[in-house]
């Protein structure tokens, strides 16, 4: 019997365990700080394999492979890839031998995808793929993805293990964190949502907080899920930076999960062979708790849900470049700006339909930037044509969207589906097949029904199709009954339907009355999405009012801003604002260069919307409003914005540094997500930060800081083994004479630490990093 299959007949009987950590524990038996954790094990093999076989002696039924940062991005070069693959899963299949399975551990390249990041989503499942082929060739068939924050960084390693073994156990996991939310702003229930349609064995989370924060995280997931669900919770959260929690009280807590519904329990940073052997043997040979999913139907993308069937969804129709030259020009010369300011401006809208018109005519990668781009923010509607431009825009999807549209033809189906069913998402269907639109209610039915068959014999679930009843112009002689009498059929057979609203007034004056009468009419029917113009303030209050008559929402639920008739307010500085929050580059151009012409100062421009908008921004992610993806977004908008105010900022003599700021990663910490995400914040603060980046050594940071001057020096550090080299930087700072403050911060850090060890100052995040850099140099003594 293979290893994938074993484990799930194991299922089927109990709860299976797996070990506890790897890194943590090899730290405990004589690890250093700051080497790769994958080269050290292979060259200290025995080590490693005594680590395995005390994880299998404990009761573990399965142990990980030391694989976790695996990757090229981390090892560097292909045959080191390959090579240390093949060693560490050797390692541990040699030290446990029959007596459990052993499955690989796969962690995030430790890359931002785009545009968040240089890595696109094909680099990351090439990475993937690279790794996945080394593992499977040492037989290993159970891959745990573990620790991810992106949920599409998670589904390039998914498909990356599905397409090279097709045949493979695979458990994708994310890591949440304060609010229980990853870093990228995806919640367990969107995940669940992703991972429903994806083609996975289990779902969960680990690391990240302690078991008492991750249980509400895996109930979350039980209540929703298809899958079996996974999880690995650390050893409580370390305290001034070692992890406290004994092994009976993380058993537990382990019994908790059991008792929650969860498959598959192990445990992360900070457990160790004696947690796995206490939890094992509380909750000793027990069957998963099963219970029936609730089903659900969500439109998602990295940072956002929208429910279906609630109420009747709005889809933005404005990208599209039918009768729009501005927009044809645009797409014409590549300008991805232009459509991505589009789709901002739509930000009132459930869902974006994205049509690029005649695809061949789009430039290399187009394609790409938008929806890659577009990854947060309103779930989207592909409404493109050409099967390799669909599959690259479910590529950059973190999230469930639309396909728009299939036809009822076998081939055409054929032609589209797979990237659906590998993606996950929804389809419209349209009532149209070899011979054309059906002419009557019944045609129509019958030649969806035609469609449904088609794609429920590619194994799609009718409950994913969003029946279109098709809306023609009232110019061409459209019978507007037809449309009702259609959509009555569709409600009738149980679809979700879709329907293209503007069209009936397309070639006719006063179309917005025209349109927003249709949406009145189909609004009692039970349409669930309405393509609309969200720009147009008339249709978009008849929507809304059409929802709060049927009792979907409440009065006081969605208020609509004050629009002029052109729905845009003429406060450029209020527009200017929300367009850095949004990271809408095309808009914060525009608006800067309006309220320059307006006689605005550079500096007033600075001060009253950029420092204004970076404030607010500051404030949204602290508050958990906003995420990674949204911050580096509103930071390429300010650095669009400081670009065109340089110039003038240079002529009004007006100086924008707040202070000079030398930033590390501390000596063996090789961690800098959260450190670059600290220099983006103090950047748009207006300080100038000379970032040394990741595992710096203490002489050169000082060195560094004497050089420049520097008023402060920001020392980030995630590993409990790395916080005391911080220690030693200030020790030399001081020896050397060297004034600048001092600031602290992460991820195992707490103040009472940062004040024994000299710290002038403490930041938890990176919001609080600027407030404290502002503080000390309200305060400085220099």
Known sequence: MTQENKLKELLQKRIVFLDGATGTELQKRGMPSGVSTEEWAASNAEILKAMHSEYAEAGADIVLACTFGGTEAKLKTPDKVRNLNRKLADIAIDAVGDRVMVAASIGPTGNLIHPSGAMTWKDAYQLFSTQVTALAETGINIFFLETFSDPRELKAAVLAVRDSVPDAFIS?????????????????????????????????????????????????????????????PNAGLPVDGSYKMTPEKFAGWVEDFARSGASIIGGCCGSGPAHVREYVSLVGNRPVVKSEPEEIHLLTSVDRMVPIGDRMLSVGESIN???????????????????????????????????LGLEKLLTDGFVHEIFSRLSIGSPLSVDLSNPANI????????????????????KYIGDRINTLLRHGGYTVLLPIDEDGLGRT??????????????????????????????????ATGADIRLILDTLRLFKQRGLLTIAGVSNISHGLPDRSSLNAALLASLAPLGLDMAIIDVLDSKVLEMHRNTQILLGNIDPVEIKLPELDPQGVSPDFMGILRKSIIVGDRRQTEASGRELLESGRTAREILEEGLASAMEQVGDLYNRKKLFLPHLIASAGASAVLTKLLKPYLEKENVSSCKGRIVLASVRGDIHDIGKNLVALFLRNADFKVLDLGKDVHADEIVRKAAETNADIIAL????????????????????????????????VLTEKYADLIGADAYAPDAYAAVQAAVSLMQNDGK
């Open 172 to 232: 994708a996991q994310m890591t949440f964190g304060s609010g229980s939310l990853s870093l990228s702003g995806t919640s367990p229930t969107a995940l669940v949502v992703l991972t429903n349609q994806l083609p996975v064995d289990a779902v969960g989370a680990n690391c990240g907080n302690g078991p008492e924060q991750l249980l509400p995280i895996i109930q979350q997931m039980v209540r929703f899920s298809t899958r079996s669900i996974a999880v690995e």
């Open 321 to 355: 470049p039918t009768g729009k030259k501005n927009m044809l020009n645009s797409l014409s010369k590549g300008d991805f700006f232009a459509v991505i300011s589009l789709a901002r401006a739509q930000g009132r809208a459930d869902l974006i339909d994205v049509n």
């Open 391 to 410: 599959e690259t825009a479910f590529c950059e999807m973190g999230g469930i969207g639309v396909f728009n549209s299939l036809i009822a033809t076998e």
């Open 441 to 474: 209610a019944e045609e129509r039915m019958s030649k969806l029904e035609k469609g449904i068959a088609i794609l429920k014999s590619h194994g799609f679930p009718e409950n994913r199709i969003i029946a279109d009843p098709i809306v023609k112009p009232l």
């Open 716 to 747: 980030s550090a995630l590993m409990s083994t790395t916080a005391p080299e911080m220690e030693k930087v200030i020790s030399l700072a001081k020896s050397r004479g060297v004034s600048a403050r001092i600031l602290v911060g992460g991820a």
